[in-house]
């Protein structure tokens, strides 16, 4: 059974630097999936897609943290990082990190959150 599993600092202060590990268990990530992405859902908004990253290497950003967060893969730990810089209080949310296999047209797999709080 595939699992996935966030983990990271839950708390910083503005123009900090946060790390978050997406932990995947159950099947290794250099199989058969395509992509991995890392959402965040704020109080009373939208789940927003914040970072993605393919097979390939390929990488896409929301503008709201383009150049400030950083998402990669480490295939040997089998985790998909997402590194932050630069924290603003709005980048408060409760942080997801899902995975999507190859020809699936949707997010299969997805971890249980972890809540990041930017504060001073």
């Known amino acids: 059974q595939v699992q996935l599993q966030e983990s990271g600092p839950g708390l910083v202060k503005p123009s900090q630097t946060l790390s978050l590990t997406c932990t995947v268990s159950?099947?290794?990530?250099?199989?058969?999936?395509?992509?991995w992405s890392w959402y965040r859902q704020a109080p009373g908004k939208q789940r927003e897609s914040v970072a993605t990253i393919t097979t390939g290497g390929t990488t896409n950003y929301a503008d709201s943290v383009k150049g400030r967060f950083t998402i990669s893969r480490d295939n040997a730990k089998n985790t998909v990082l997402l590194q932050m810089n630069s924290l603003k209080s709005e980048d408060t949310a409760v942080y997801y990190c899902?995975?999507?296999?190859?020809?699936?047209?949707?997010?299969?797999?997805w971890g249980q959150g972890t809540q990041v709080t930017v504060s001073s």
């Open positions: 899902s995975m999507r296999r190859f020809g699936s047209s949707r997010w299969d797999y």
């Open positions: 159950g099947d290794s990530i250099t199989t058969s999936y395509y992509a």
